[in-house]
């Protein structure tokens, strides 16, 4: 076989992640068709190499292995290197992460793979050490014994078929579609819930919260919603101990930033003590939006507090000034002054990056901040003592103490111990804001901005003003910069960098991003999110939508072929996201949207396009409804109808709006419309709507008074102009 001879040409990329990697002696291409054909000239295989810019084990095995001259030499002869940045491809992702799910049983990143010029991967694995360590081969000397391999005609036979072995298994998991002979044809029940909620009870770790005893915890906001919602409707005292045991175990440990606010990606040991630190958009939206609900349900004020510190560290240190939201802080920084040895430079950006840098804290740190009694008050507050409880003697900060303790040992009133607390909290924050900071990824990916639009948009509900208008903005910046309403069907693209758009985007960017208008709407009565809403669905259904096969894939089918979603670089599946992650399953969330936004449609198309979808994959939903959060939550819609609350009235009195925040009324949709038919006749051309919708037709305001029309079970109630009265009417349905 000849040697590829390319240079590295991630420097044209405007990916960050890709940019990291751009003064690798690693000859990375990006991915796309030409180094794919580059591999079949050469007749090699491709490396493909997945991560995202604030993953420490991605920054690690660079270090180790790709900044290396001799191990790039071996890449660069015997494979064309691909990298692939997982948050502007996800559909690559998607494919080669099921693979390695199927293959090794587990999956993260970096994730490794192997494949043929056609892209079938071979070989998969995560992260690879530089030498052999604990049952890992050493990186150089597997892609040594990979190249020898494929060298070897017979051996290179062999590779083939496990390449067509597991790239069919990777279509049959990705593409699955029953017919309806092989399963049962009626979508699944709102039994659901209640099954789904039984099997998060039975994982939950009563000691510490969260779900499973041992290793890593995942923050799972789909379950915790599962279990408030089967308390809900059930009063079962079990399901809410689960679900408020996990909000107090994230918000008392070291994976919630207990200086500034916000979440960290997950915690590495099972007290939540530890976390991986890097602070991913996604978790600070869908984390805040299950305090808000817990807030609803309980009353407990200091749920309420999380979610608006969380809100608070997105909109100080991930918003960009036109309303957006970049994707991420990195996990590492330089380490501040106080602890670099006389081998570390003070200035300047060649000092040692460590993970946590940033966060963590020594008690001479804490000391060097805060006067008495404050200092000590403080260390004991957070677990900040001597030795630490991370790396190099350091603290990451925890509720280690309670108010009342922290009261009782000092014969203090608790009152005084949480003014001085609030006090110390400012000045170690502002004192931490002089640290070298982590890197921030500034990408703004559509789908991500849904999410954490629907965060603002439901805290604008719950705490009112300004998170709605925070809401409204980042979903003007997002339309004006990533959609083309002038494309066929509206074009949504998957993410704007500083100028550059990149696209276009899948099933999540648009289920997402309709769902967040949607809430928009709902949070502030303005109809022009709502007609974004409808748009951003219509092209949903248009895209992505199979009628044949009764599902919505992640990526748009070209042409009758099965994969991808432009021109660029192989795809093996054309996949369908059916699982809850690290976000929520776009399919469940596109499938709940669409039924949510029926009742402002007059065909009842979308109804049925979500009714079928749950219905097409109802086996795999009834078989582990725990892993499928999101389509149980979009089959219960479309069997019990949801609750809606239509208020006719010009504007929402502000009391209005604060009872129906209050009320914890699990997946309810509010519809605002104007009092009258003149007011509601405008609104309609704004919309271009030729007929009044459902959800607004004869619902006019009760002698000029702001009017309530509850619905529940396709049922609903007289009209009211009490709205305490129309919401009482959901507890005896009279």
């Not at 990186?139 to 391999?149: H, M, P, Q, V």
């Not at 795809?571 to 402002?600: C, Y």
Request: charged fraction near 30%.
């Amino acid at each position: 076989m000849s040697q590829p001879t390319e240079r590295n040409r991630l420097d044209g990329e405007a990916s960050p992640y890709l940019r990291q990697h751009a003064d690798n002696p690693v000859n990375w291409q990006p991915w796309g068709d030409e180094a794919f054909e580059r591999a079949r000239e050469h007749d090699v295989p491709v490396f493909v190499s997945i991560g995202y810019s604030s993953c420490h084990w991605c920054h690690v095995m660079a270090e180790e292995s790709f900044e290396d001259e001799s191990v790039a030499g071996v890449i660069n002869d015997s494979f064309v290197p691909v990298k692939v940045d997982r948050e502007e491809r996800p559909d690559v992702d998607s494919t080669f992460m099921t693979v390695c799910q199927l293959v090794t049983g587990g999956g993260g990143w970096p994730l490794s793979a192997w494949c043929t010029p056609e892209g079938e991967p071979f070989y998969v694995g995560t992260y690879f050490p530089p030498e052999p360590r604990r049952n890992q081969p050493g990186f150089r000397g597997l892609c040594e014994r990979i190249a020898d391999s494929w060298s070897d005609p017979e051996q290179r036979e062999e590779m083939k078929r496990r390449a067509d072995q597991w790239t069919q298994s990777a279509r049959d998991e990705l593409e699955s579609v029953p017919t309806p002979a092989e399963g049962d044809a009626s979508p699944p029940g709102s039994d659901l819930l209640d099954t789904a909620a039984a099997a998060a009870l039975r994982g939950y770790d009563e000691e510490y919260g969260g779900f499973g005893s041992g290793g890593a915890k995942f923050p799972m906001p789909g379950r915790i919603d599962l279990l408030m919602r089967a308390y809900a409707a059930r009063g079962r005292d079990a399901l809410l101990s689960a679900a408020t045991g996990t909000l107090d175990g994230m918000a008392d440990g070291g994976m919630y930033d207990q200086v500034g606010g916000g979440f960290h990606r997950y915690a590495v040991d099972r007290q939540w003590t530890v976390p991986h630190f890097e602070k991913m958009l996604y978790d600070n939206a869908e984390l805040p939006m299950a305090y808000l609900d817990g807030y609803r349900l309980t009353g407990e004020p200091r749920y309420a507090r999380v979610a608006s510190e969380s809100l608070a560290f997105l909109d100080r240190e991930l918003r960009h000034d036109g309303g957006g939201f970049f994707s991420t802080l990195d996990a590492r920084s330089r380490q501040p002054a106080s602890r670099r040895d006389d081998s570390e430079p003070d200035e300047g950006e060649d000092g040692e990056n460590v993970e946590g840098a940033f966060y963590v804290w020594t008690p001479e740190e804490v000391d060097a901040v805060l006067d008495e009694p404050a200092a000590s008050l403080a260390k004991e507050r957070y677990g900040i003592r001597p030795g630490g409880n991370f790396e190099r003697g350091t603290t990451v900060p925890t509720v280690a103490a309670s108010v009342e303790e922290l009261a009782a040992d000092r014969d203090l009133s608790r009152d005084e111990v949480r003014e001085t607390l609030v006090e110390a909290r400012t000045a170690l924050f502002d004192a931490r804001e002089s640290r070298p900071r982590p890197a921030r990824d500034e990408k703004v990916l559509a789908s991500w901005n849904g999410r954490a639009i629907s965060a603002f948009a439901r805290a604008g509900d719950v705490l009112g003003e300004p998170y709605a208008e925070i809401a409204r903005e980042a979903l003007d910046f997002c339309r004006e910069r990533l959609y083309d309403a002038d494309a066929d069907a509206g074009e949504l693209a998957r993410r704007w960098l500083d100028g550059d758009v990149r696209g276009p985007g899948y099933l999540d960017d648009y289920a997402f991003l309709a769902r967040g208008a949607l809430d928009t709407y709902a949070a502030t009565g303005d109809p022009e999110p709502l007609g974004f809403a409808l748009d951003l669905a219509d092209a949903l259904v248009a895209e992505f939508y199979d009628d044949d096969d009764g599902t919505i894939y992640f990526t748009r089918d070209l042409d009758g072929e099965s994969a991808g979603t432009d021109d660029s670089g192989p795809l093996i599946a054309r996949p369908q996201e059916f699982t809850d992650r690290s976000t929520p399953s776009s399919l469940g969330v596109a499938a709940e949207t669409l039924a949510l936004l029926d009742g402002f449609r007059t065909d009842g198309e979308f109804r049925e396009i979500a009714e079928r979808v749950v219905t097409t994959h109802g086996d795999r939903i009834r078989g582990s409804p725990l892993e499928h959060a999101s389509l149980v939550r979009a089959a219960d819609l479309v069997e019990t109808g949801g609750i809606e609350v239509t208020v006719a009235a010009d504007e929402v009195p502000r009391e209005w709006r604060e009872t129906l925040g209050q009320r914890y009324l699990p997946g309810a949709l509010v519809a605002p419309r104007p009092a009258g038919e003149d007011g509601l006749d405008e609104w309609l051309d704004r919309l271009g709507m030729a007929e009044t919708p459902p959800i607004w037709a004869d619902r006019d305001a009760t002698d000029g008074e702001p009017t309530a029309y509850v619905c529940e079970g396709f049922t609903c109630s007289p009209p009211r102009t009490d709205l305490d009265a129309a919401l009482g009417w959901l507890g005896d349905g009279e």
